[in-house]
């Protein structure tokens, strides 16, 4: 959006602000911002107070704010803060293997939010700018709160929303406050028990002039998912493809563009997973009008995934049989064919931490305040990452999908000994590509902001902030000659029977198909000394090489924002009806290098031996730079119609900037036939822009009883959208995908939402309450994928999505079930091999119970995940499985102290 088109823009939403009577509100809830609504945090006791606490938030903001707050001092109502947050009208989270990890707020995905900790950005583990939530313990949290219109003052340009986190502040609590908590929580899959703990401490002095608080977190999981993957995607394959060429038996008819797994493969998938949290802060009031704070806030969590997977590499022996339905395989057999066990191994040391310093000074009617801070965010264990195959050749294996199920029957045999998938024996060395990504990412914030209330009915506020965010990732990888040196599983067989063991014997339990269930195991460290072994008694043979840094992969994306803001507040009366109007600008000014290096692949040829023999030109160092500009007006509307009934209108210009990701040009080469790829960044990229406005009425009833229901329109410039095309590479043909910036779209819909506490029933009823909330989603986006040969919208929007909870509270009693459910939504636009990639809809069931002993002793239980729900993902169809799991339940058993 242009300066001039952002004015006109501006004074279309000023003259409708005048010429119509409609709603909104202010920004809520800030503990950094100089003209912040004052807030006063309290201790929460239940579930009747965090409901009140939440609805008097969202009443009191002039724009459209949703807020959580906790039932108990460091206690959210869910396990994890983006389950807690699926609650709110138009929010729907992503899980990863059972928990809930990115967030989507209106259909948009979680790269279009901003995630801020006390107003303040806080960095991201993940290559992009989504924030993942599982990283973040949930006993830290004192509130969470879901901005979904801005305010110019606002930290955090969004097309989605900003979601900033509260930490507690101790001078707005009692003089000294306490809570610990002491759980087993036991994993039904994994049938394992960990500890959890935590504690929180909250003193200020008799004067209110110095406070102190203190939160830590400890929590241990042992989690196993049995997952049934196609992962290296869907293909299509022709009989006299070069592929399949001279591979296909007398017997199966000719086919052509057929399409079928690359691979197939069920696993075993085991995390352990070590949180660690802390929060301390120090406020200083010593005057009235002046306070200052200190934050420092850190989480841990230190994860290593492991899987052990058997699966079907389709690329070696005969094709005997086969069954295709609709152009797509559903049966086939292969004699003299090829079988690998794989075993990823991927640690995720995941650190976050920031630090932030605050001066609020209130001189009449002036408020002035300056806030500093710094996060940063480290993902590190490229140096112990490691993806390791051995092979079983000569193989007869078989695969049927037309049982229905999401997960297809497999059976695989050898003619030269018996139980051929936990024979221990007859392995030989494939193909290693050991090495990772270290990911940073770091954050610094100035601003200085200000106020002015002449007590007039008008208040304005101005500000100017700088930030500064630098994305840095790391790589190593080995060579591909290295990669591939024993591929084909004869240079070094058979490995010693001593390296392997067996894999548990109850996979997907759950399953009542005829299908493989165990099979052999091994640690990939001792697979490397092995080969590295054989390396040194091998002169001449490339064999293994460790991995070494690859500045290819590696890239340093930095941005730097100059920001200004003017904004006003104008109450009046509209008639007898409270009449309140926010309006403002602001300026964003980013300033970007993009720095790294590339290389081309300057031959690449099929060995034969089931791989690709590729060579790379040296690596060139590249770098780009950009510059724009965005003026981005805001308008918030609030019209007290009764005591009772808020309606409300906002309209804004927001912008998203692209993805760091998307903006690197670090690149990654796969090679494997029938899934070669090239992946790389586009630093030419412009920003995500949209206008929107939405509509809303909101009835509060009683204190604690809420009926809402808005509708909301965003008209999107530009997104930026996945291109794949192929490209002839010598011998091979490469998929290549990268971001390029595409045509616009719309996003529209309503939400509606309702929360009651039954406290007009008679006694023992008037304990029961209730909180839904539903969103319907839309989007005219329309974009064409060129490898599938079809269309997709936008990436994590569900149609429809929505919660039910209901809980009873009294006599020291507190029981809540909690259903959540939302529609499939498009997860990966352009997936493996360029395919689409689709969640499918997906529901849960929660509970948790605890019963107060003592006033300062309750004993608990929560149980996760009831139904054993499933999490499916799937290319372009359903009967296109890409993966299919699950993680079962989970429960836990525990104690609270509360002082």
Known sequence: ??????????????????????????????????????????????????????????????????????????????????????????????????????????????????????????????????????????????????????????????????????????????????????????????????????????????????????????????????????????VKHSSDDSYYAGRVGPNVAPFTNVSMPSNMSPSFIFADKKRYGGDITVQFKPRDNLTMSLDTFYTKLNELDTQADIAYDFSGGTLVDQVVQNNTAVYQQFVGGTVDEI??????????????????????????????????????????????????????????????????????????????????????????????????????????????????????????????????????????????????????????????????????????????????????????????????????????????????????????????????????????????????VRMEDTHFSSDGAAQTILSAVPNGGGQNIVTVSPVVPIGFVGHYTDILPTMNVRLDVTDKLLARFAASRVMTRPTLTDLSPAQTILTNPGNEQITHGNPDLKPFRASQAEVGLEWYVDRLTLLSAAVFYKSIDSFVAQTTTPQLVDQVTFQVTEPTNGKGATVKGAELGYRQVFSWLPAPFDGFGAQASYTYVESDADYANAVSGTSYGLEGLSKNSYSAVGFYEKYGLQARVAWTWRDKFLQLANGRNGLPLYFASYGQLDASLSYDVTKNLAVTADALNLTSAKEFTYSVTPNQVFSYGETGRRYALGVRARF
């Open 343 to 584: 075993i990823e191994r991927a640690p995720r040391i995941s650190q976050t931490y920031l630090i932030g310093y605050n001066f609020d000074w209130k001189p009449g009617n002036f408020d002035l305040a300056a806030d500093a801070s710094y996060s940063e965010a480290t993902r590190k264990g490229a140096d112990d990452t490691y993806f390791s195959t051995v092979r079983r050749t000569d193989s007869t294996l078989q695969w049927d999908s037309r049982s229905g199920s999401h997960i297809f029957d497999m059976a695989f045999s050898n003619p030269n000994y018996p139980n051929a998938p936990t024979d221990l024996a007859h392995e030989g060395g494939h193909y290693e590509a050991d090495g990772g990504s270290d990911f940073k990412d770091q954050t610094m914030e100035l601003r200085l902001d200000g106020a002015w209330d002449p007590g007039t009915g008008v208040k304005a506020y101005a500000g100017i902030g700088r930030e500064i965010r630098k994305k840095t990732n790391d790589s190593i990888s080995m060579t591909f000659d290295s990669q591939c040196a024993f591929c084909g599983g004869s240079v070094y067989a058979p490995l010693p029977a001593s390296l392997f063991s067996v894999t548990p014997g109850n996979w997907f339990s759950s399953y009542g198909g005829n299908t493989l269930r165990q099979w052999i195991t091994y640690d990939p460290r001792q697979l490397v000394a092995a080969l590295k072994a054989y390396t040194a008694a091998h002169p001449g043979f490339v064999g293994y090489q460790p991995p070494t840094f690859n500045p290819a992969q590696s890239s340093e994306v930095e941005e730097r924002v100059n920001i200004a803001y003017l904004m006003f507040d104008f109450k009046a009366m509209l008639g007898s009806m409270p009449f309140t109007v926010n309006t403002g």
């Open 1 to 234: 959006m242009t300066a001039t088109s952002s004015r006109y823009f501006y004074s279309f939403v000023l003259g409708a602000m005048t010429s119509t009577a409609t709603f909104a509100q202010t920004e809520g809830p800030s503990s950094t911002g100089a003209a912040a609504e004052p807030v006063q945090e309290v201790v929460v006791t239940g579930i009747r107070r965090s409901i009140q606490q939440s609805l008097d938030i969202k009443r009191d903001a002039i724009n459209v704010v949703d807020s959580i707050a906790t039932e108990d001092l460091g206690k959210l109502p869910d396990q994890n803060v983006a389950e807690s947050l699926q609650r709110i009208t138009g929010v729907t989270i992503d899980r990863n293997r059972g928990d809930g990890q990115f967030v989507s707020v209106r259909g948009l995905g979680p790269q279009f939010n901003v995630v801020t900790l006390n107003g303040r950005t806080l960095a991201t583990e993940n290559v992009g700018r989504e924030f993942s939530f599982d990283v973040l313990p949930s006993e830290l949290i004192g509130g969470a709160d879901v901005f979904k219109s801005p305010t110019a003052r606002l930290n955090g340009a969004s097309i989605g929303a900003t979601i900033d986190i509260r930490t507690l502040r101790p001078l707005e609590l009692a003089p000294f406050v306490a809570a610990a908590t002491a759980q087993a929580k036991r994993e039904e899959l994994d049938d394992s028990w960990g500890p959890a703990l935590s504690g929180v401490m909250s003193w200020h002095d008799v004067d209110g002039t110095l406070g102190v608080s203190v939160v830590g977190s400890y929590d241990h999981r042992k989690v196993r998912t049995d997952e049934f993957d196609i992962g290296a995607g869907w």
